[in-house]
């Protein structure tokens, strides 16, 4: 059994935690700051105290550097990490990762983090040490028919296993029945949409370029985030003339919070809320590590131009591009609501509202009250008593991918 975490892990965690240490004792030499202000002491700098006690601060961030500097340095001697070629490790530590991924991911992508994931398309077996895509790799019932499954925020594509009453689920092994060759997208979810699309676009671009067969056929699973990263990448790749998404027949949307998710626009209308008052405002600054990834929920963005140039913490309306669906690609939506299948028929309105825990009903099948902004499905689907992640999982959106990955479907 692999070990829930390895030395250079450990080394990768140290960092964070340094970086994490030191930001607290900012915010709190901030607020210190502030208080005094208020009561009329003079203070140094923005967010800086003056004297002793800001002499304490200042040891605090030396001591902590000093500390950082010296675990990985003694990390770094007694490394001993297993051979590559025993993959990445267990399902658990797979899981950490990509949590920490989809909450610090751009930052720790930007510092050289070690657990920062860089963005794989993998084969099947789904299992950890599965290897990357290469012809190689490809085994001989390949086919010309691909089928990409593309995970959401905070998690990876080992949770395309999931369970429904006990019982193993994956539904890429629905797609397999009809005679598809699932490919698994692997990425950092802390980056910015735009920026994992337009690496999916360069590398589904080499893939088909590289399939050991011709590729007859395209057609993409994607669960929440991952909806966005597809939209993005289809549009990107468009754009350049790539050859791909002129293979792409379908694209089946499961619980996209295209039109963003209230939790991220809570989160930014906290930002606002403590930045109003001298004395809460370095408060803000821990609600503001969240990641590129998670920002770009708040309306749903799939380009760069919809946050360069822009605080993504300021608080705005949606001034994102209006994005379609993909022409000539048959498109479907499901959402999912919390809501029992009886109240869903007596409160229809009450159970979209509620929607499956993270995403709306409306935002998953692509509604708007602005024209311009509604995406036109060919078909969608509402799975009642259901949360965000069950739609890994219920039957019924077995039953439905089996009708839209036919072969016929898009005849």
């Known amino acids: ?49 003056r004297g002793i006690t800001g002499g304490v601060y200042r040891a605090v961030r030396a001591v902590t550097r000093f500390v950082g500097r010296t675990v990985d340095s003694l990390l770094g001697r007694v490394t001993s990490d297993p051979d590559p ?21 751009d930052r720790m992508a930007a510092t050289g983090n070690a657990l920062a994931i860089p963005m794989t398309l993998r ?3 789904l299992a950890p040490e599965a290897d990357a895509v290469s012809p190689e790799a490809a085994s001989p019932e390949v086919t010309g028919r691909i089928v990409l499954m593309i995970h959401g925020l905070c998690m990876n594509d080992l949770q395309w296993q999931a369970r429904h009453e006990g019982e193993p689920v994956n539904h890429a092994e629905t ?6 060759t699932p490919i698994y997208a692997r990425y950092n979810t802390g980056l ?29 699973i994607a669960h929440s985030m991952g909806g966005l990263v597809t939209r993005s990448a289809v549009h990107v790749a468009r754009g350049e003339g790539l050859r791909w998404p002129g293979l792409l027949s379908r694209i089946v949307f499961l619980g996209t919070p295209h039109h963003g998710s209230p939790l991220e626009r809570a989160g930014n209308g906290i930002d606002t809320l403590l930045a109003l008052r001298r004395t809460t405002r ?5 609600g503001q590590i969240r990641s590129a990834g998670v920002t770009d929920l708040r309306h749903g963005n799939l380009l760069d131009a919809d946050w360069q140039g822009a605080d993504r913490f300021e608080r705005r309306g949606d001034t ?12 479907y939506a499901v959402a999912a ?24 009903v409306p935002s998953a099948l692509g509604e708007h009250e602005d024209p311009s902004r509604v995406l036109a499905f060919a078909e969608s689907l509402l799975v009642p008593g259901a949360h965000h992640f069950q739609l890994l999982s219920r039957p019924e959106v077995t039953a439905a991918l089996a009708r839209w990955l036919a072969p016929e479907a898009t005849s």
């Open 123 to 125: 084969t099947g077996p």
């Open 282 to 286: 370095p408060l803000a600054a821990l």
């Open 337 to 360: 609501s919390t809501a029992s299948r009886e109240r869903a028929v007596v409160q229809p309105l009450a159970a979209r509202t509620v929607g499956d825990g993270l995403v709306p």
């Open 85 to 105: 070629a025993a993959g990445e490790g267990s399902r658990g530590r797979q899981a950490f990762v990509a949590a920490l991924n989809g909450v610090l991911g």
């Open 192 to 220: 910015h949409i735009s920026e994992n699309g337009r690496e999916l676009a360069a590398q589904m671009e080499a893939l088909v370029a590289s399939w050991p067969v011709p590729v007859q056929d395209i057609a993409v």
């Open 1 to 49: 059994m692999s070990a829930p975490l390895r030395a250079s892990d450990l080394r990768a965690l140290a960092a964070l935690v340094t970086e994490a240490t030191s930001g607290a004792a900012n915010v709190a030499e901030g607020v210190h700051a502030a208080i005094w202000r208020t009561l009329g002491v003079r203070a140094g700098a923005p967010g800086r105290t």
């Open 175 to 180: 797609a397999i029945s009809l005679g598809w």
């Open 320 to 331: 994102r591009a209006a994005v379609p669906l993909p022409e000539g690609v048959a498109c």
